[in-house]
């Protein structure tokens, strides 16, 4: 694989100078009409080639317009990075659409160094290969221009730079006992290198193999290759922004309804399930105790927790929140509502409004609406196209797997009532002062596809309730009943999972 990148090509210092006016002035161009396009860029540079990665960076900073382009490095995570799931760092910095982030030590570094150093094995290290290349996958489909580059030298290349860089003040500092260990044991390094590079060089995202050795060859080639990929990916977008077919909701489509069933998972559920007012004050004080005890422990343990509330408009989904979050530290939980996204988030991924929301060591984050909003109310209203929220189904359960392998408790309740008695409570709204402001038209709009919503909750809890994240579903037509549930659940999660991961 490596071997294509040792052809001893050269750029002559005549020909640099000859082509660099010119691309650096369409790289500039080309990064002003970015500002018009629904789509970022993110640059990946990579390889055995330290000291040329610094440069190929320094030198795309210099030819573009740093207003719009954003350069981020990464070395050993903060504590508060290590808090939280390890994509977390890299979430927080993809860049919005119309802009170009060049990734530095991105998330190809730590498992490759980790198994470079022998701190992990190939199993670990494929471990971490799906994860890159299902993150990679996530970006890509959803507009991402992803562009790789691996920066190679042959070995005798090798020890020619890092005898010169010892030499050289201004370069010594980039050379670690690391590398100098990579060089002695040239052979070993590279089969290791080029095993990960052939796994993470997909189709949706190929690494850019580059000869490092002439350093006017390679940034040119990189520059060159930006341009290209961004000139053909902007002339792609120009011709399909005018043809972009309408987004056609799910209730919409005539022959959807013969392929559903015609009986959810949701009639399952027995609404007439009640507790009377004594045995609830006395069940909702004795689990409320016991969540304020495990609390405190599972703040003391460093474990953290996501609770997350779907359900319909009026099922009782904020009166459960309050019950549970009445015998909890206010310092150590927060209530996230979500509703529709700002323009900003809107231009990102849109589970990036999500990601740096999550919580540090010992806190509880309590989702008031979710993730889920993509396979519920931006599938059935229009918002998300067919292919977006199909393939929502498999980034959730993956980046719920990263939470739940990080150590956080997740739980997800659905609050479940029939038609009827939502009817109910939304007159009651329309007649109580302190509720009227819970009730407007798109509440009566939602009800008239109540069947569409259903068919959604269904395929939802079908394809998303794993086992390391499964549903709960809560009867919630007794108020009392379906909050003294929730907080049991918890309850008796919270306790299970400080017996396996507290101390």
């Not at 990579?182 to 995202?205: G, L, N, P």
């Not at 040119?220 to 972009?244: F, H, P, Y």
């Not at 659940?489 to 919270?494: I, M, P, Q, T, Y």
Request: glycine share 4%.
């Amino acid at each position: 694989m490596f071997k294509t990148a040792e052809l001893g090509q050269k750029l002559s210092k005549t020909a640099y100078h000859e082509q660099l006016p010119e691309l650096r002035a369409r790289l500039v161009q080309a990064q002003y009409k970015m500002r018009e396009v629904d789509f970022s860029i993110i640059i990946i540079i990579s390889g055995n080639d330290n000291i040329g990665r610094s440069e190929a960076i320094g030198c795309l900073a210099e030819w573009m317009d740093p207003r719009y382009l954003e350069i981020n490095a990464y070395g050993d995570p903060s504590d508060e990075e290590q808090e939280r799931p390890t994509y977390w760092r890299y979430w927080r910095n993809l860049p919005a659409d119309g802009r170009i982030s060049i990734f530095y030590g991105s998330w190809m570094h730590r498992p490759l160094m980790d198994r470079l150093d022998g701190v992990i094995e190939n199993d670990a290290l494929d471990q971490s290969i799906h994860e890159i290349n299902n993150f990679e996958k996530l970006l890509v489909d959803d507009g991402t221009l992803l562009l790789k580059f691996w920066l190679h030298l042959s070995e005798d290349s090798m020890k020619k730079r890092f005898k010169a860089a010892e030499k050289d003040e201004d370069l010594r500092w980039k050379i670690n006992d690391r590398d100098r260990s990579f060089v002695k044991s040239y052979d070993e390094y590279q089969k290791v290198c080029q095993r990960f590079v052939r796994k993470t060089s997909t189709a949706e995202a190929p690494w850019q193999i580059i000869e490092s050795e002439d350093h006017r060859f390679r940034n040119i080639s990189i520059g060159q290759m930006v341009l290209d990929n961004m000139t053909k990916r902007i002339a792609q977008w120009e011709e399909c922004k005018d043809n972009t077919p309408r987004v056609v909701s799910s209730n919409e489509r005539p022959d959807s309804s013969s392929l559903e069933p015609t009986r959810s998972i949701l009639d399952t559920l027995d609404l007439s399930k009640t507790l009377e007012r004594k045995e609830y004050k006395d069940k909702l004080e004795k689990y409320q105790a016991q969540l304020h005890a495990l609390g405190q422990k599972a703040f003391s343990s460093n474990l953290s927790s996501v609770l997350v509330f779907e359900g319909w408009d009026a099922g009782g989904k904020g009166g459960a929140i309050r019950r549970l979050v009445q015998s909890m530290d206010p310092r150590d939980y927060r209530v996230v509502p979500v509703s529709a996204p700002t323009d900003e988030e809107l231009a990102h991924h849109y589970m990036w409004r999500f990601w740096r929301k999550l919580p540090r060591a010992g806190k509880v984050w309590i989702f008031d609406r979710s993730w889920y909003g993509r396979v519920l109310v931006e599938r059935v209203e229009g918002f998300a196209t067919e292919g977006e929220w199909r393939r929502a189904y498999k980034e959730i359960n993956d980046f719920e797997e990263e939470l739940v392998q990080h150590g956080i408790l997740l739980q997800k309740f659905w609050l479940h009532i029939d038609p009827e008695e939502q009817l109910r409570r939304f007159k009651a709204r329309e007649v109580t002062p302190f509720k009227q402001h819970k009730i407007c038209d798109d509440d009566w709009r939602n009800r008239e596809k109540w069947d569409v919503y259903e068919i959604a909750v269904n395929e939802m809890v079908q394809r998303t309730s794993t086992e390391y994240a499964p549903w709960h579903l809560i009867e919630g037509n007794d108020k009392r009943y379906a909050r003294v549930k929730v907080i049991r659940l918890f309850v008796e999660a919270l306790e299970e999972h400080l017996k396996k991961f507290g101390h």
